[in-house]
């Protein structure tokens, strides 16, 4: 496959506020190869020890900006969504105090009229045929054209509830999914594809114009659920709900009415410790706290009846853990009270009434009380 490399060298003359930081030395370097593109940034001012740099890059479309993590000053970026993205690089001198940037924009430029329709045969939902359409333009014997559709299935949309399949951006697939060899299906040439699939499930198809002549491609993706839920049922999620009762730190947990069709997975995180800390599977569950504080119920309800699921989430907030009363701490001539403390260790000098402390003896002993009212 014939490749197209473009080598950019940009000098700047850096302005600075503080005239001991001499940046005329800097030069940045790119390079691109299709979508992948290089910068290099060198420059006898990078010798410096108290010099240091930083490679950023904006994405115009979603307006995020990401760190890239560079190799000896130099980092990759493969661009796999149309549109408009700025590089930035930003050179600072910490013993001097004084910094400037380089950047550099760059424009992904789709291939006009590109597009990708699909159609599932009637009798077995496997067999799809897929059309690339003709780029505006270009003739449709041009013989520069090469078209290929590739497809990828695994764990990573496998384990999504249906919401974030469906919502899934273009933006998400290319900075969250890493494409691995595990999870590569199959991968076609031509620009018209009768293609049966061997499973059911979700699949990522990658759609690709590439212009060998120029060395100019376009990508896109689609989401396929081979086989999915398009004549499945809608889900009735009008039974669920969400309720507890609690004596101190006991709580019962309850998740809407039966239903045979749903199922529940429940987790519970610690906003203190900031930890999920345990997993429920019953719509009904008894969980006692090991500590007072805030905590998260998240649910996960899947219907199998309509084969979809859903979330939602509620709060808690345990203030009571069983403690002896106070005036049950056993008394010893030979023991003194060296403190009193809250939770988390910190001295307290007056105790409020249903709190839990602790207290201190001189023999090193702990014990965990609560004032009466």
């Given at each position: 496959m014939k490749k197209l490399l473009l080598m950019l060298v940009v000098l700047f003359s850096a302005i600075t506020a503080n005239a001991k930081c001499d940046w005329s030395t800097l030069k940045l370097q790119q390079w691109n190869n299709r979508n992948v593109y290089k910068w290099y940034v060198s420059g006898r001012v990078l010798d410096d020890t108290c010099v240091d740099w930083m490679f950023m890059v904006y994405d115009f479309?979603?307006?995020?900006?990401?760190?890239?993590?560079?190799?000896?000053?130099?980092?990759?970026?493969?661009f796999n969504v149309k549109g408009k993205y700025k590089m930035y690089l930003k050179v600072?001198?910490?013993?001097?105090?004084?910094?400037?940037?380089?950047?550099?924009?760059?424009?992904?430029i789709q291939f006009p009229g590109a597009k990708v329709t699909?159609?599932?045969?009637?009798?077995?939902?496997?067999?799809?045929?897929?059309?690339?359409?003709?780029?505006?333009g270009s003739s449709v014997k041009d013989t520069c054209m090469d078209y290929y559709l590739m497809f990828y299935s695994g764990p990573w949309m496998a384990k999504m509830s249906q919401s974030e399949w469906d919502n899934l951006t273009d933006y998400q697939i290319w900075m969250e999914y890493d494409f691995p060899d595990a999870d590569f299906i199959d991968y076609t040439e031509t620009r018209i594809v009768d293609y049966t699939f061997k499973n059911s499930g979700r699949v990522l198809m990658i759609a690709q114009?590439?212009?060998?002549?120029?060395?100019?491609?376009t990508f896109i993706f689609r989401k396929l659920d081979v086989c999915g839920t398009t004549t499945k049922?809608?889900?009735?999620?009008?039974?669920?709900?969400?309720?507890?009762?609690?004596?101190?730190n006991t709580y019962v947990f309850e998740l809407g009415s039966l239903d045979t069709c749903i199922s529940y997975t429940t987790?519970?995180?610690?906003?203190?410790?900031?930890?999920?800390?345990?997993?429920?599977?019953?719509?009904?569950?008894?969980?006692?706290?090991?500590?007072?504080?805030?905590?998260?119920?998240?649910?996960?309800?899947?219907?199998?009846?309509?084969?979809?699921d859903?979330?939602?989430?509620?709060?808690?907030?345990?203030?009571?853990q069983p403690t002896s009363s106070i005036k049950n701490i056993?008394?010893?001539?030979?023991?003194?009270?060296?403190?009193?403390?809250?939770?988390?260790?910190?001295?307290?000098?007056?105790?409020?009434?249903?709190?839990?402390?602790?207290?201190?003896?001189?023999?090193?002993?702990?014990?965990?009380?609560?004032?009466?009212k």
């Open positions: 479309q979603t307006k995020k900006t990401d760190t890239v993590y560079d190799n000896k000053g130099i980092c990759e970026v493969q600072w001198n910490k013993c001097e105090k004084c910094d400037t940037a380089l950047y550099r924009e760059v424009n992904i699909s159609t599932v045969n009637a009798s077995n939902c496997k067999k799809y045929k897929f059309e690339l359409s003709y780029i505006k114009w590439y212009n060998k002549c120029v060395g100019q491609d049922p809608k889900c009735d999620w009008s039974k669920l709900g969400f309720g507890y009762n609690n004596k101190c987790y519970i995180y610690n906003f203190k410790t900031g930890r999920w800390i345990d997993t429920f599977k019953t719509r009904i569950f008894t969980k006692t706290f090991a500590d007072t504080g805030k905590y998260k119920i998240y649910v996960i309800a899947k219907n199998k009846c309509g084969g979809c859903t979330a939602y989430s509620n709060f808690v907030t345990v203030t009571c056993v008394r010893d001539e030979d023991l003194r009270i060296i403190g009193y403390y809250d939770m988390i260790g910190r001295k307290v000098e007056y105790m409020e009434v249903d709190v839990p402390y602790i207290i201190i003896y001189s023999n090193g002993k702990r014990q965990k009380v609560m004032r009466s």
